[in-house]
C-alpha cells in the first residue's frame, strides 16, 4: 500500500491502459478518480475498484476542453481531496501517411494528446505547487522519436515529452516530479485495431517476444507515483520489452 490515502487522477481511464492504471493505483491504496469522455466506460472501471474495497469515483471528461478538466479537478478535490498524482494518460491516433494528413486528423491528435495533457499539467500544477506535494506522470510513446505514418501522433508524444521536462525543471524545487513513460506495443483496444499481419510485425519486432500488458506499463507507474521516487524527475523511461521503433 505505497499510495495509502494519495489522491491520483488518472485521464482516459476507461479502458486500456489507463483501467490499468487505475486499478494498480487503488491496489496500492490511492483513491482514485477514473476520468473518461466514455462514462460508461469510467463507471465500470470505477466499479471494479470499489467493488474490491478500492475508493474511486468516475468523472466524465474530455480532456481537449479547458472547462471540462477544471471541473474534473473541482470534483475530485470536493470528492477526494487535493489530488497528488496526475496520470496523463488519455490519448488518441488518427494515422496517416504525412502527404494524405488531413489537417482534421492533425488537429484532433494533437488537441487531446498535447492540449488536453498540457491543460491537466497545468491545473493540477497550480494546486501542487503550493501544497509542495506532486507527482506527475505523462504517458508518451515510443513513437516521440518518429514512426512513419504517424507524424501527427510522433509530433503530439514529442511536445509531450518537451512539455514533461519543462514542467520537471520548473517544479522540482516544489517537491513535484514529473516525469514520461513511452510504452513500446502494448495490448489494448488501440492496438487491437490492427490487422493482424501488422500485429505479427510488430511482435516479431519485440526482442522479449510478446506484446505488453497494461500492467508492466502500470508497475512503473506505482513507483514513480510513491515517495520512494522522489528525486526521479525529468526522466523519459521506455517500457517496451526492448523494442526501439
Ligand atoms: P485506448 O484507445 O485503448 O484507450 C484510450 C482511452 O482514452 C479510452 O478510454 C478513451 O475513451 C479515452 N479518451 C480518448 N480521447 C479522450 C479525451 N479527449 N478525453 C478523455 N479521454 C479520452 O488506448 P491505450 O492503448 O490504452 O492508450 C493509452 C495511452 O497510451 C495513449 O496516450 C496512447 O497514446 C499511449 N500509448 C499506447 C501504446 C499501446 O501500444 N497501446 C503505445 C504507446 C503509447
Given at each position: 500500500m505505497r499510495l495509502?490515502?494519495?489522491?491520483?487522477?488518472?485521464?482516459?481511464?476507461?479502458?486500456?491502459?489507463?483501467k490499468g492504471i487505475a486499478l494498480k493505483l487503488a491496489?496500492?491504496?490511492?483513491?482514485?478518480v477514473v476520468?473518461?469522455?466514455?462514462?460508461?466506460?469510467?463507471?465500470?472501471?470505477?466499479?471494479?475498484?470499489?467493488?474490491?474495497?478500492?475508493?474511486?469515483?468516475?468523472?466524465q471528461t474530455n480532456i481537449a476542453k479547458r472547462e471540462d478538466v477544471?471541473?474534473?479537478?473541482?470534483?475530485?478535490?470536493?470528492?477526494?481531496?487535493e489530488v497528488d498524482i496526475l496520470v496523463n494518460n488519455a490519448g488518441i491516433n488518427r494515422d496517416g501517411m504525412l502527404h494524405k494528413m488531413s489537417d482534421e486528423q492533425w488537429d484532433q491528435v494533437i488537441a487531446v494528446n498535447l492540449t488536453g495533457t498540457y491543460y491537466c499539467t497545468q491545473t493540477a500544477a497550480k494546486v501542487m505547487r503550493e501544497r509542495q506535494y506532486?507527482?506527475?506522470?505523462?504517458?508518451?510513446?515510443?513513437?516521440?522519436?518518429?514512426?512513419?505514418?504517424?507524424?501527427?501522433?510522433?509530433?503530439?508524444?514529442?511536445?509531450v515529452v518537451g512539455l514533461t521536462k519543462t514542467a520537471a525543471r520548473e517544479l522540482a524545487s516544489k517537491n513535484v516530479?514529473?516525469?514520461a513513460i513511452c510504452p513500446g506495443f502494448?495490448?489494448?483496444?488501440?492496438?487491437?485495431?490492427?490487422?493482424?499481419k501488422v500485429w505479427d510485425i510488430m511482435v516479431s519486432k519485440i526482442p522479449?517476444?510478446?506484446?505488453?500488458?497494461?500492467?508492466?506499463?502500470a508497475n512503473l507507474i506505482a513507483f514513480l507515483a510513491s515517495d520512494e521516487a522522489a528525486y526521479i524527475t525529468s526522466e523519459v523511461i521506455n517500457v517496451g520489452g526492448g523494442m526501439i521503433l
Open positions: 495509502k490515502d494519495k489522491v491520483a487522477v488518472v485521464t482516459g481511464a476507461g479502458r486500456g491502459l489507463g491496489q496500492e491504496g490511492a483513491k482514485v476520468s473518461d469522455i466514455d462514462i460508461n466506460n469510467a463507471s465500470e472501471t470505477c466499479k471494479e475498484i470499489q467493488q474490491s474495497g478500492g475508493q474511486a469515483i468516475a468523472v477544471e471541473q474534473m479537478f473541482k470534483e475530485a478535490s470536493e470528492k477526494l481531496g506532486g507527482r506527475i506522470i505523462n504517458i508518451a510513446s515510443a513513437s516521440w522519436l518518429g514512426n512513419i505514418g504517424q507524424a501527427n501522433y510522433a509530433a503530439s508524444k514529442a511536445g516530479t514529473v516525469n502494448i495490448e489494448t483496444d488501440m492496438t487491437r485495431g490492427v490487422p493482424e522479449a517476444g510478446r506484446a505488453g500488458k497494461p500492467e508492466d506499463v
